[in-house]
């Protein structure tokens, strides 16, 4: 390994006398480093030498990901970008007056967002300081991001410490983001190309670090706002310092995550052992009601607890969860960028007595390791619902990956799914492709309108699912994957079974659990669906409060069999707020697509099904087989079995 470059170099260059204290420093024992230097960062230089190969003289500058790289580092942090973004800005106030600029960068090193005082200096775009940019220790050697990623705490890198001399200019103050699993989510960075006085870093790195512990705690609070918290202070300033514990409980009061802190009292908390015992396991606490405040409305209890084995008195207090007994669309849109709206379960269920049923399954089985199957008609909102079981799941903070099999063309669905090697075929990406189902490692993978998948192809995801790993195109090494699996399917899979069109081994490994989500025209809370519906689109078009509609216009939206579900109602709603403004939505300003005068013979009939015709003729041809009749009817099952009920039949002996 060359650490000097390339090439013959005057002994005179910057680039030979950084390069030599370098390799001067490593060579010292690791108790006898320089005073002006930390074993961290000699560690950090040794890992660039040993372990990853760098050569100082091949490097041209910052690597810059595809904007379609970009987008796929960005969205499994979307929640922690929206709930980081104010404590960002908060620590630019304090810190952009020096010159500084804050990047918050994925668990890779890939800078996702980038926040300045002023205009970017040229200085900091030449060096990377902007979004795509990696900077992981892997290539862009020692620097702040990747070496807090790396070393999993703190630390500051002042100019010559950078391995690569193109960075010599830049002092970088990073601190890691937890998830309460211990994994690093993420890397917060203040960076400054200004000769800023060595005093001022133990302050910035500081400031970086309780700003990091604060985004932590956000995030939790944000993630769990359906749950029941408890939160423990070792002291009545704690909350400002992070060194507490956060404990989400279930619906049955036992802890199901915990984020825990910096201090002495909460690192000497096995938190792992914690998750699933209920609060009196391992903690006594004397709980005491209080009045509920405007700063503080959803504390509903604060006590003195006792963990078990401590002496020592804490601070206890009960959050009551964001979500109320009724259902509210205003309260239930989740907390999200700009005109895109997180739909958790209880908003999708809404009232309707099967949805609700699904969601208590839902909660129940989600961390239990069963591959879950959606059926339902087209528009039914089955992606939303899979993205909802992701969210209330152990893995949420993990990538929710999707793929639409029925989009992908069937020549390149296999590249797609599984990746490829460097080389592999002609017109392949020089660098190869990772894989979709790589990509979903750890987190869910949501595979829609699976009945699409050709043959060969189920044949190698039932592998995957069936070995638990995934083997690239062209590769002869397997890799090992872990996700949960979604599945979902407007078509009828057990007759695709039959038909020999669907493989019936792939199918009982897809299908742990069967969840049908019933068509609108049959859910019993229509009107609850509605205006819930008008709340998302009003959101997305920064409306602010929806509008009202008229009885009129509300009627006939009830009326309408909605053959295309949500997407059609949701698409007829935003015709109807672009037609309206914030005016009340009328009867004239409704698509006039839609079937007007389905309201005038009839009331609204909420989660009204019509009559079935021939019913009786249809069960009898297929033998009593619900799946065929219903689909000779060109009904859901759910469908079905409401008119049989309504019918008072039943099934011959």
Same mark, same amino acid.
């Given at each position: 390994?060359?650490?000097?470059?390339?090439?013959?170099?005057?002994?005179?260059?910057?680039?030979?006398?950084?390069?030599?204290?370098?390799?001067?420093?490593?060579?010292?024992?690791?108790?006898?480093?320089?005073?002006?230097?930390?074993?961290?960062?000699?560690?950090?230089?040794?890992?660039?030498?040993?372990?990853?190969?760098?050569?100082?003289?091949?490097?041209?500058?910052?690597?810059?990901?595809?904007?379609?790289?970009?987008?796929?580092?960005?969205?499994?942090?979307?929640?922690?970008?929206?709930?980081?973004?104010?404590?960002?800005?908060?620590?630019?106030?304090?810190?952009?007056?020096?010159?500084?600029?804050?990047?918050?960068?994925?668990?890779?090193?890939?800078?996702?967002?980038?926040?300045?005082?002023?205009?970017?200096?040229?200085?900091?775009?030449?060096?990377?300081?902007?979004?795509?940019?990696?900077?992981?220790?892997?290539?862009?050697?020692?620097?702040?991001?990747?070496?807090?990623?790396?070393?999993?705490?703190?630390?500051?890198?002042?100019?010559?410490?950078?391995?690569?001399?193109?960075?010599?200019?830049?002092?970088?103050?990073?601190?890691?983001?937890?998830?309460?699993?211990?994994?690093?989510?993420?890397?917060?960075?203040?960076?400054?190309?200004?000769?800023?006085?060595?005093?001022?870093?133990?302050?910035?790195? $500081?400031?970086?670090?309780?700003?990091?512990?604060?985004?932590?705690?956000?995030?939790?609070?944000?993630?769990?706002?359906?749950?029941?918290?408890?939160?423990?202070?070792?002291?009545?300033?704690?909350?400002?310092?992070?060194?507490?514990?956060?404990?989400?409980?279930?619906?049955?009061?036992?802890?199901?995550?915990?984020?825990?802190?910096?201090?002495?009292?909460?690192?000497?908390?096995?938190?792992?052992? %914690?998750?699933?015992?209920?609060?009196?396991?391992?903690?006594?606490?004397?709980?005491?009601?209080?009045?509920?405040?405007?700063?503080?409305?959803?504390? $509903?209890?604060?006590?003195?607890?006792? &963990?078990?084995?401590?002496?020592?008195?804490?601070?206890?207090?009960?959050?009551?969860?964001?979500?109320?007994?009724?259902?509210?669309?205003?309260?239930?849109?989740?907390?999200?960028?700009?005109?895109?709206?997180?739909?958790? %379960?209880?908003? %999708?269920?809404?009232?309707?007595?099967?949805?609700?049923?699904?969601?208590?399954?839902?909660?129940?089985?989600?961390?239990?390791?069963?591959?879950? &199957?959606?059926?339902?008609?087209?528009?039914?909102?089955?992606?939303?619902?899979?993205?909802?079981?992701?969210?209330?799941?152990?893995?949420?903070?993990?990538?929710? /990956?999707?793929?639409?099999?029925?989009?992908?063309? $069937?020549?390149?669905?296999?590249?797609?799914?599984?990746?490829?090697?460097?080389?592999?075929?002609?017109?392949?990406?020089?660098?190869?492709?990772?894989?979709?189902?790589?990509?979903?490692?750890?987190?869910?993978?949501?595979?829609?309108?699976?009945?699409?998948?050709?043959?060969?192809?189920?044949?190698?995801?039932?592998? /995957?699912?069936?070995?638990?790993?995934?083997?690239?195109?062209?590769?002869?090494?397997?890799?090992?994957?872990? +996700?949960?699996?979604?599945?979902?399917?407007?078509?009828?899979?057990?007759?695709?079974?039959? $038909?020999?069109? +669907?493989?019936?081994?792939?199918?009982?490994?897809?299908?742990?659990?069967?969840?049908?989500?019933?068509? &609108?025209?049959?859910?019993?809370?229509?009107?609850?669906?509605?205006?819930?519906? %008008?709340?998302?689109?009003?959101?997305?078009?920064?409306?602010?409060?929806?509008?009202?509609?008229?009885?009129?216009?509300?009627?006939?939206?009830?009326?309408?069999?909605?053959?295309?579900?949500?997407?059609?109602?949701?698409?007829?709603?935003?015709?109807?707020?672009?037609?309206?403004?914030?005016?009340?939505?009328?009867?004239?300003?409704?698509?006039?697509?839609?079937?007007?005068?389905?309201?005038?013979?009839?009331?609204?009939?909420?989660?009204?099904?019509?009559?079935?015709? =021939?019913?009786?003729?249809?069960?009898?041809? =297929?033998?009593?087989?619900?799946?065929?009749?219903?689909?000779?009817?060109?009904?859901?099952?759910?469908?079905?079995?409401?008119?049989?009920?309504?019918?008072? &039949?039943?099934?011959?002996?």
């Amino acid at each position: 390994m060359n650490v000097f470059g390339k090439g013959k170099v005057a002994d005179r260059s910057p680039e030979y006398a950084h390069a030599k204290r370098i390799v001067d420093e490593i060579a010292r024992d690791e108790c006898d480093v320089a005073e002006d230097m930390s074993s961290l960062i000699v560690s950090s230089w040794k890992r660039c030498v040993s372990e990853y190969k760098l050569d100082r003289g091949g490097h041209k500058g910052p690597e810059i990901v595809t904007s379609n790289e970009l987008k796929r580092a960005v969205d499994p942090l979307d929640l922690l970008r929206h709930v980081a973004r104010p404590e960002i800005e908060r620590l630019m106030e304090q810190v952009g007056g020096s010159g500084y600029v804050v990047m918050l960068a994925d668990p890779n090193g890939i800078a996702l967002d980038v926040l300045s005082a002023a205009a970017p200096d040229r200085a900091l775009r030449r060096v990377g300081v902007c979004p795509g940019a990696t900077w992981g220790e892997e290539q862009a050697g020692t620097n702040g991001i990747g070496t807090s990623i790396a070393s999993r705490c703190a630390v500051t890198i002042h100019r010559s410490q950078h391995f690569f001399f193109n960075y010599s200019g830049l002092t970088c103050t990073a601190a890691p983001i937890f998830g309460s699993d211990g994994q690093v989510m993420a890397s917060l960075d203040a960076s400054s190309v200004a000769d800023l006085p060595k005093e001022m870093q133990p302050l910035v790195r $500081e400031l970086v670090s309780a700003t990091a512990r604060r985004i932590e705690r956000r995030y939790f609070l944000e993630k769990n706002r359906n749950r029941a918290i408890v939160r423990v202070e070792w002291g009545l300033d704690s909350h400002h310092d992070g060194s507490g514990l956060i404990l989400a409980l279930d619906d049955n009061g036992r802890t199901i995550e915990v984020q825990g802190g910096g201090g002495d009292h909460a690192r000497a908390t096995n938190c792992g052992a %914690l998750i699933g015992n209920p609060l009196s396991a391992f903690m006594e606490i004397a709980w005491q009601d209080v009045a509920r405040s405007a700063k503080s409305p959803h504390v $509903e209890r604060i006590g003195i607890a006792h &963990l078990k084995g401590s002496d020592r008195p804490c601070f206890a207090s009960l959050i009551a969860p964001a979500r109320s007994a009724g259902w509210a669309p205003s309260r239930r849109l989740a907390s999200g960028a700009a005109g895109a709206c997180k739909l958790d %379960l209880d908003f %999708l269920a809404g009232s309707d007595p099967v949805m609700r049923e699904h969601v208590r399954t839902i909660r129940r089985l989600v961390d239990k390791s069963l591959p879950i &199957l959606l059926y339902g008609e087209t528009g039914t909102g089955k992606e939303e619902f899979a993205r909802g079981i992701h969210e209330v799941g152990a893995r949420s903070a993990k990538p929710f /990956v999707v793929i639409d099999c029925s989009s992908i063309p $069937e020549s390149l669905i296999e590249s797609e799914l599984f990746g490829y090697e460097t080389g592999t075929f002609t017109g392949a990406r020089r660098e190869g492709r990772r894989g979709r189902i790589a990509e979903a490692n750890g987190g869910t993978l949501f595979l829609d309108e699976i009945g699409d998948m050709p043959l060969p192809l189920q044949t190698r995801l039932l592998r /995957v699912l069936a070995q638990g790993e995934v083997v690239p195109l062209g590769a002869a090494k397997p890799i090992k994957v872990d +996700f949960n699996l979604i599945c979902a399917s407007h078509q009828d899979l057990p007759k695709m079974v039959s $038909e020999g069109t +669907f493989r019936q081994d792939l199918y009982y490994r897809i299908a742990g659990i069967r969840l049908e989500l019933p068509a &609108l025209r049959a859910r019993t809370d229509k009107e609850s669906v509605i205006l819930g519906a %008008l709340a998302v689109e009003a959101q997305k078009m920064a409306l602010g409060v929806p509008p009202a509609i008229s009885p009129e216009a509300l009627k006939i939206l009830l009326a309408q069999r909605w053959p295309g579900n949500m997407r059609e109602l949701r698409l007829a709603l935003r015709y109807a707020l672009a037609c309206s403004g914030e005016d009340e939505i009328s009867q004239d300003r409704l698509p006039n697509w839609l079937n007007l005068g389905a309201g005038d013979n009839a009331p609204s009939p909420v989660g009204d099904v019509p009559d079935a015709p =021939n019913l009786i003729d249809a069960l009898e041809r =297929n033998r009593w087989c619900i799946s065929d009749a219903a689909c000779e009817l060109r009904v859901s099952r759910q469908t079905l079995y409401r008119w049989i009920k309504k019918e008072n &039949l039943s099934r011959p002996t």
